[in-house]
């Protein structure tokens, strides 16, 4: 079966500082405005079976799984999964990746993307271990304002072309 890009929305892009023009806004409120512009563009993102996000930085505002959390927030439908993956740099691909598999396989449509919210959870901000190519020892020197220095949220709305158009 296929899957198919039916809508995909993002956020505008700000600074990557507690003062930048996002700071204000909590994560989950950057996906139900997603949700919410998916809906004003004719779609029913609410009545999807599942939202996969991508986040690398699960602390502070974007911790206590993120999807679910906007889940609840932007009122998707209280039976549809949700859940967040960290793959690094490429979380939300890695999520819209799981999203088409999911409607290539038995799900009607799905929304996945990414959400990272640097200016509230800066890069490297969980004190993780990062290996680097050529490393000796594990990186954790990493200041806020190095690596991904502007991060963004994002969605896709994934259908299978005969579920969800009837064709």
């Not at 507690?18 to 204000?24: E, F, N, Q, R, T």
């Not at 038995?106 to 959400?115: D, F, I, R, Y």
Request: net charge positive; with cysteine; proline share 4%.
């Amino acid at each position: 079966m296929q899957a198919w890009i039916h809508d995909a929305v993002r956020t505008p892009r700000g600074k990557a500082r507690p003062d930048g023009g996002l700071a204000s806004q909590q994560p989950y409120e950057l996906v139900g405005a997603l949700v919410a512009a998916l809906q004003s563009r004719g779609g029913s993102p609410r009545d999807v079976e599942s939202l996969i996000l991508g986040c690398v930085g699960q602390i502070g505002d974007q911790g206590g799984n993120i999807a679910l959390v906007s889940k609840l927030h932007a009122g998707i439908d209280e039976s549809a999964s949700a859940f967040t993956l960290n793959n690094y740099c490429v979380s939300g691909l890695t999520a819209i990746g799981h999203g088409a598999l999911q409607v290539a396989g038995q799900h009607k449509a799905v929304l996945a993307g990414g959400v990272e919210m640097m200016s509230r959870v800066p890069f490297m901000a969980g004190g993780s271990r990062y290996f680097a190519r050529g490393a000796r020892s594990p990186r954790t020197d990493f200041p806020a304002t190095r690596g991904c220095r502007r991060g963004g949220t994002g969605l896709c709305r994934f259908a299978h072309r005969d579920r969800a158009f009837g064709s």
